[in-house]
């Protein structure tokens, strides 16, 4: 019995060149997606640190007031609107 019992381990062929490409691609896209996903849990930039802070130039600080002026305006085309429909 133990004759015909045969335990050599199966004959495997060697991965073709595509099949290589294709599993080392597959790693580095799985390496890109988790460098993304903690990017996205720890964030590092020093950028927004900067726009935060106060402006200290004149033009900066024009830039900031120009949206503040731009809601007066907003509201006062809502009243004429609405008188409109009146």
Do not use: W
Not at 57 to 81: F, I, L, T, W
Request: net charge positive.
């Amino acid at each position: 019995m133990s004759a015909d019992l045969d335990l050599s381990p199966p004959e495997v062929p060697e991965p073709t060149f595509l099949e290589s490409l294709l599993r080392y691609g597959l790693f580095l896209g799985a390496i890109f997606q988790l460098i993304c996903i903690l990017a996205v849990i720890f964030p590092t930039s020093k950028g927004h640190e900067h726009e935060e802070t106060e402006p200290t130039n004149g033009k900066d600080a024009e830039q900031v007031k120009k949206p503040k002026g731009a809601a007066p305006q907003m509201r006062q085309k809502a009243k004429k609107e609405s008188k409109k429909k009146r």
